[in-house]
């Protein structure tokens, strides 16, 4: 296994083990009621529980890098494509956010859809091309892996205000402190 799925498996690990301290079950999503997935362990009320599987049929980004004829780094394939999981909330030291995950092999489809959104508008504003990783408080900042440097990177979306967060992914990944609500 490599770095990066090493880090979002013992991530997610940290998350569901702060999870089932703190309530008793499984991570629970409101958001994803009704929404076919493999990870859905039971339904409570209007909510599901969940627990992370694994990615099958394997996949890769291929459809985005042909879509605009880039070269993604590896642990951009990596990341979307380790494991089926619920979206997880965490902090990044005083960085709120919550982590973007593929629910299911549709749902792997739209993320590629938005992947190449995002990346077309990069390309038309003339911005370096970055890959989203996690949604935060503020709809206009998201988190996103540099696919030149390999950072981490608190982004203005369309705009070049970046912030580094981290050296790389893994580092990101094993920083990240689990957050239940």
């Known amino acids: 296994m490599d770095n990066t799925r090493q880090a979002l498996n013992d991530f ?4 569901i083990q702060r999870w089932q301290q703190e309530t008793g079950h499984e991570p629970q999503s409101e958001e994803l009621y009704g929404i076919p997935s493999s ?10 529980q969940w627990l992370p599987q694994p990615f099958v049929p394997a996949a890769d980004l291929s459809a985005v890098e042909r879509a605009l ?13 380790a494991q089926y999981a619920g ?3 965490a902090s990044h030291r005083d960085l709120s956010l ?12 739209r993320v590629q859809e ?8 990069q390309k038309r504003l003339k911005l370096s091309p970055t890959l989203f990783l996690a949604t935060t408080g503020d709809e206009m ?8 440097s390999g950072e981490v990177i608190l982004e203005k979306v369309g705009t070049r205000q970046r912030e580094t967060l981290a050296p790389s992914l893994e580092t990101f990944l094993e920083e990240l402190i689990p957050r239940v609500f």
Request: aromatic share 8%; charged share 25%.
């Open 98 to 109: 919550t982590l973007l995950q593929t629910w299911s092999e549709d749902d792997f489809r």
């Open 12 to 15: 997610t690990r940290r998350f």
């Open 114 to 121: 938005n992947l190449i959104g995002h990346l077309v508008m």
């Open 39 to 48: 990870c859905i362990v039971r339904s409570a009320g209007e909510s599901v």
């Open 69 to 81: 004829d880039i070269v993604l780094r590896p642990e951009a394939h990596d990341f979307y494509t």
């Open 87 to 89: 979206d997880m909330p």
């Open 141 to 148: 900042e998201t988190v996103a892996l540099c696919n030149l």
